[in-house]
């Protein structure tokens, strides 16, 4: 079967497998590179999810690609769609910002010196209201799904409120549909193994 | 040169790089829609009730219930890229310990042009309360109707249709038997 590619290479030489392999790897490289660049210039540890549940429906369906930002200190609003992961929830939940609190926390010492280097800008930023410079705002979020009827409380795995650290990210762009492959390659692992493959053996055995 | 491969390969790649600049044009052109219609919302009235809490029993807690009116026009919201709306509703009011809270109090999700003409009497139909418990010490709240504009393809936008002129201040609790 694989008789005439065997014999392509052998013809090629080892240096050319070499040179694909190396070509593989590059390929692979970059994809790992431009995520991770994704991720700093956005702040989320996952900037791009695809949606895997209805209950954002009709906004978003099964396999909608998902863009994602999280801007470090600015809070969030009513009515964004965040992703967010609870500790010992299995999955990234997309939902909607039901209610946003803000508490008041002592702050540390270095948040200190940031609220009073960051007084001046305060003003355009102005939805979390600071009247004491030396406590911190923390804001606690209350989300719920479009397609549900209640709020996430049940989601939150014995959480009350969702902090912010438990944000991965707010949604701020949208693609329908495209997400579906790897929907398709999770429920039927074989096709994840067999397109990987063929696309090894590509890579190796095409000539340039 | 010419072989099969070759031939889906080109096809394939011409045909993907179509389709996204495509739908990067589309993206980029609801950008030329800037309308932003302004609706009427009032609030008729205020109320607080004690009561307990479902998911904490023996807490016991105030709940606000509000009635208010929307009379908004929202169609012009409405252009090729628009997938849908969702309005909401919310209570804003920054409470005795000087913090912002947003609370969501009703919403609608608005998937036609021909819906998108709101005009809505009713009360909150999600559960209005304080962190605290309490609304005794909390200041009076404005309300504000916003809305979320999910475009087909892109990137969603915000907006507000409306605001009450004037903080509603939370009356004391009243007890649910009337004397």
């Not at chain 1, 050319?16 to 991720?39: C, E």
């Not at chain 2, 080109?10 to 996204?20: P, Q, R």
């Not at chain 2, 307990?52 to 219930?65: D, H, I, K, V, W």
């Not at chain 2, 418990?133 to 009076?140: A, I």
Request: glycine share 8%; charged share 20%; aromatic share 10%.
């Amino acid at each position: 079967m694989f008789a005439e590619e065997l014999k392509t290479i052998r013809r090629l030489g080892i240096r050319h497998v070499l040179l694909q392999l190396l070509n593989f790897a590059s390929v692979i490289a970059s994809g790992l590179m431009i995520w991770k660049g994704l991720g700093l210039i956005t702040n989320s540890e996952s900037p791009i999810v695809v949606v895997l549940s209805g209950s954002m429906e009709p906004a978003f369906y099964r396999g909608d690609l998902l863009f994602l930002t999280n801007p470090a200190n600015v809070p969030y609003h009513t009515g964004d769609i965040t992703v967010y992961k609870v500790p010992g929830g299995q999955i990234p939940i997309v939902h909607r910002v039901l209610e946003t609190r803000g508490v008041v926390r002592r702050a540390s010492s270095s948040a200190k010196k940031a609220a009073a280097k960051g007084l001046a800008d305060e003003g355009k930023e102005g939805a979390v209201l600071r009247t004491q410079p030396e406590a911190e705002v923390e804001q606690l979020l209350l989300t719920k799904g479009d397609n549900n009827h209640i709020d996430d409380i049940d989601l939150y795995e014995g959480l009350e409120w969702l902090e912010r650290r438990h944000v991965v990210g707010k949604v701020r762009g949208f693609l329908p549909y495209i997400g579906y492959v790897t929907i398709a390659m999770n429920d039927f692992p074989k096709l994840k193994y067999a397109l990987l493959g063929i696309l090894g053996l590509v890579a190796l055995v095409q000539r340039e | 040169m010419h072989s099969i491969y070759a031939r889906i390969n080109n096809f394939s790649a011409f045909l993907s790089s179509c389709i996204l600049t495509l739908l990067g044009a589309i993206a980029l052109s609801s950008f030329l829609f800037t309308a932003n219609p302004q609706g009427d919302l009032s609030v008729l009235s205020v109320k607080v009730y004690p009561g307990n809490s479902r998911r904490q029993p023996g807490l016991s807690q105030e709940y606000t219930f509000v009635n208010f009116n929307i009379s908004a026009d929202l169609t012009p919201l409405f252009h090729w890229n628009t997938k849908q709306l969702f309005l909401y509703l919310q209570a804003e009011y920054t409470d005795a310990k000087g913090v912002r809270n947003d609370v969501v109090i009703w919403d609608r999700i608005v998937r036609r042009k021909e819906e998108a003409v709101i005009n809505v009497v009713g009360r909150n139909k999600y559960v209005f309360r304080d962190i605290s418990h309490s609304f005794k010490n909390v200041p009076p709240a404005n309300y504000s109707l916003q809305y979320n504009l999910m475009p087909h393809v892109g990137v969603l936008t915000y907006g507000e249709a409306g605001r009450t002129t004037e903080p509603v201040p939370f009356p004391p609790a009243q007890d649910f038997v009337s004397r």
